[in-house]
């Protein structure tokens, strides 16, 4: 089925560094979800983006909903320990079910203390 | 606190032997889902539901059932029929709206052997 390209898939950093990844798709979407999961946990949800163009705030973390509404990115800015985990990208097809999420691989980010 | 509750959150069965994993949610969501999730394939929707005794199949239904008797229960049964059952699953919920984001339970990790 249709996925989310997020890259990179994989980040090994040093405690204090900024993180930056992304998600793009072929499509358009309305609506871009960002989800952190940890070893064995849900997701849960960091930031929802709504509008094209939108910057949005939660903490350390900023995501921003792509002009195009093909792409979306999220930072993580002087990252702690406590950020490791896998970063999901998600969003309803603008055309299509919206109860049926499109979900990207997920970027899983490592930090050495 | 509002949330949803998914247990066990580990469940070991047999080959051949039907089980049920539960969800249970306080939040007064409308919609509920189930997620299967494999390492290196993301999040994959098995049914969601979006009113008390109707549902719905998502994209790898087969050799799964489910049943939404009460507004706060969408229990999944995963029986003899699926191919590889073991996988951690995911339960979560959300508003009927359009932009509603969906909170996700904790899991239940499944292993048949």
């Known amino acids: 089925g249709q996925q989310l390209n997020q890259s990179p898939q994989s980040m090994f950093i040093q405690e204090g560094e900024d993180v930056s990844m992304n998600c793009t798709s072929s499509?358009?979407?309305?609506?871009w979800l960002w989800y952190k999961q940890e070893p064995g946990e849900g997701p849960v949800l960091l930031i929802a983006?709504?509008?094209a163009g939108e910057l949005t705030s939660n903490g350390r973390l900023t995501a921003q909903f792509g002009i195009t509404r093909k792409d979306s990115f999220l930072n993580i800015s002087a990252s702690i320990p406590s950020d490791v985990g896998i970063y999901f990208c998600?969003?309803?097809?603008?055309?299509?079910?919206?109860?049926?999420?499109?979900w990207g691989l997920g970027t899983s980010l490592a930090v050495n203390p | 606190d509002g949330g949803i509750t998914q247990s066990p959150k580990y469940l070991f069965r047999k080959e051949g032997q039907n089980v049920t994993l539960s969800c249970e949610q306080n939040?007064?969501?409308?919609?509920m889902y189930w997620y299967r999730q494999d390492p290196g394939q993301g999040l994959r929707l098995i049914y969601y539901?979006?009113?008390?005794?109707?549902?719905q199949k998502g994209d790898i239904a087969e050799g799964y059932s489910v049943s939404r008797e009460k507004k706060e229960s969408f229990p999944l049964t995963v029986t003899s029929a699926q191919k590889n059952p073991t996988a951690f699953y995911l339960c979560?919920?959300?508003?009927?709206?359009?932009?509603?984001?969906?909170?996700f339970g904790n899991g239940t990790r499944l292993t048949v052997t």
């Open positions: 979560a919920s959300s508003h009927l709206s359009e932009n509603s984001p969906l909170h």
């Open positions: 939040l007064n969501h409308d919609a």
């Open positions: 539901s979006q009113i008390v005794n109707d549902f």
């Open positions: 499509s358009i979407f309305n609506t």
């Open positions: 983006l709504y509008k």
């Open positions: 998600a969003g309803p097809p603008e055309t299509g079910n919206n109860r049926k999420l499109i």
